[in-house]
């Protein structure tokens, strides 16, 4: 598929995927079963010399010349990267986030012949129930590390006692601690088959699973594997987009019977195919020609922002000096953990896998049967409409329109976000 195909069709998105059916995710890869199923206690430790070249390579930085515009049509802007260079470089401390993840309880596990790093938090409370997060692409499990209190101990977050969860929070093959795949095959089919099993590897008879982006993606697969396990899913980033929206997307015939929420999500969804695609064909299409983020700290930086326009407009903002949800050490913590872990290629390969496979949309309804649960941010890159949801989850057993908040949601608003967890699965419990 060209891609010109890639646009006019709009199968891409912050995570491409294909349109996969119930008989796909259930006749799809298999989990080879493992004569090493231990879990092992996982410790962060990077060497300080990494460390070091860091700020180094960060300090040595060859810059090209500021942008020729007042805004950020021509991509992230000089004053932003050179201001999250400055304090990469004389402020930021990587040992404070991973002393916050040395204080997690984490593991790795061997599925398939890779390692799988996960954090798993039991909560203290009786009748958690256990919830499986996945993170998307350009996050990690830096994203979720706010919400892990307020789940597993609600009583001390304004919740109650019965709001409780276990957490188990996985790194995407290729990601973070993860291992790296050196074979091919690890798209999302796969990886949502490798959940169910460290589920199951855990322990739990019952779950429920979580996700936006390609986190979102994962647990819709999961969901239509269909495991008896899995009681349900709730997702911030949904696949909701009726086939005559995204024929009209595609023609740019703009239907004239929107609904004030549908013409919103429309919009969102014409902005983004038309100008925010550019991270997602190259890692489609060359991941491997990426040289420069594996060797350029700052390279690695610009690409990471330059997800969507709305988280990246409240980065630069956070680099301007104002208070918002994320914080300048938030956003580096992120950062420097696919620096440390030099896994910007091996998780942008995560996107040719599936592109080799990809017959459909990304926001394309799936046809979930199981329960689901939807929270809407505004500054998602679209916000899914009721209407929409209600279509494409035959069983949505929650639906929330929330007043702030974008496609890193838990991070950015973990608050509001973990309310929202307690009162999706509420009706599971």
Do not use: C
Request: charged share 20%; no cysteine; hydrophobic share 45%.
């Amino acid at each position: 598929m060209t891609k010109k195909n890639i646009l006019s069709n709009a199968v891409v998105t912050g995570a491409m995927l294909m349109q996969v059916t119930v008989s796909d995710a259930q006749t799809g890869a298999s989990i080879i079963p493992s004569s090493d199923e231990t879990i092992r206690p996982f410790h962060v430790q990077i060497p300080e010399e990494k460390l070091v070249d860091l700020k180094r390579r960060v300090s040595a930085t060859m810059w090209p010349e500021p942008e020729n515009v007042k805004d950020e049509s021509q991509g992230v802007q000089f004053a932003t990267m050179q201001a999250i260079a400055k304090y990469w470089v004389k402020e930021y401390d990587w040992r404070k986030v991973e002393a916050r993840l040395n204080a997690l309880p984490q593991f790795t596990t061997t599925i398939d012949g890779v390692d799988i790093h996960f954090i798993h938090v039991r909560s203290k409370l009786k009748n958690a129930m256990p919830v499986i997060i996945t993170h998307g692409w350009p996050g990690s499990i830096i994203e979720q590390l706010k919400i892990i209190g307020p789940l597993t101990d609600p009583t001390a977050f304004g919740g109650k006692a019965e709001d409780a969860f276990d957490v188990i929070i996985p790194s995407i093959p290729g990601y973070g601690f993860s291992g790296k795949p050196t074979t091919l095959g690890w798209e999302p089919v796969h990886i949502a088959k490798a959940w169910i099993v460290l589920m199951k590897r855990l322990g739990y008879k019952k779950f429920v699973a979580q996700g936006g982006d390609w986190g979102n993606a994962i647990s819709e697969i999961m969901a239509l594997m269909a495991p008896p396990e899995l009681l349900g899913i709730h997702t911030n980033m949904a696949a909701t987009v009726p086939a005559d929206i995204s024929k009209a997307l595609a023609s740019g015939v703009v239907p004239s019977d929107l609904s004030a929420d549908e013409k919103n999500a429309y919009g969102q969804l014409d902005f983004f195919y038309k100008k925010g695609l550019g991270y997602a064909n190259e890692m489609g299409l060359r991941p491997q020609t990426l040289y420069g983020i594996a060797d350029s700290p700052i390279g690695l930086a610009a690409w990471i922002l330059d997800h969507d326009a709305r988280s990246y407009s409240l980065i630069a903002r956070v680099f301007n000096g104002k208070s918002e949800g994320l914080t300048r050490d938030d956003i580096l913590d992120n950062i420097t953990l696919y620096w440390v872990t030099n896994t910007a290629i091996s998780s942008a390969r995560l996107y040719w896998e599936t592109f080799q496979i990809s017959t459909g949309g990304f926001f394309d309804p799936r046809n979930v049967a199981i329960p689901v649960a939807v929270s809407v941010f505004p500054d998602e890159i679209y916000a899914a409409p009721k209407s929409w949801a209600m279509k494409a989850y035959p069983k949505l057993i929650y639906f929330n329109k929330l007043d702030k908040g974008g496609h890193f949601a838990a991070w950015e608003q973990p608050k509001v976000f973990a309310e929202e967890l307690r009162a999706a699965f509420k009706t599971l419990r």
